[in-house]
């Protein structure tokens, strides 16, 4: 493959991604809100410090971050078996409840798109979703 076709590629893919976060539907948790408690959902409870790194903001911006969910309900803090001056943060039911329905919106209007393509359309999208899922993991 050339490189002006994975250029090409790179951008039909950043333009995908950019009308999907456009036109998502609208929540009460930001993104990165959201992003956090997938974070705590998929990989269990957390340092903030490993929060702040994922997500790709400081440390003090995930401080607050955590203050707000926890002011929520969304997260809890339980202590550090490791480090007793630590806390861990953990998602809790009502935050998985609420990312959940989030989740199910998100894929509510991805599927009324998907529901759109013709037959051959749909055909190439759903044999392309192995290499989608690797590019995902690589992430």
Do not use: Y
């Amino acid at each position: 493959m050339e490189q002006q076709e994975i250029d090409g590629a790179a951008h039909i893919l950043r333009e995908f991604v950019l009308a999907m976060v456009r036109t998502s539907p609208q929540s009460a948790l930001s993104r990165t809100a959201a992003g956090t408690l997938s974070v705590l959902d998929r990989l269990g409870p957390q340092p903030i410090t490993t929060l702040a790194d994922i997500e790709a903001i400081t440390q003090p911006a995930m401080t607050g971050l955590v203050q707000r969910l926890e002011s929520t309900g969304f997260i809890t803090r339980q202590p550090d078996p490791l480090d007793g001056r630590a806390a861990l943060i953990a998602i809790t039911d009502d935050g998985h409840t609420t990312l959940t329905e989030r989740r199910r919106k998100h894929e509510d209007a991805i599927a009324s798109r998907v529901a759109q393509l013709g037959p051959e359309q749909l055909s190439v999208l759903l044999a392309a979703l192995p290499v989608i899922t690797t590019l995902t993991e690589i992430c």
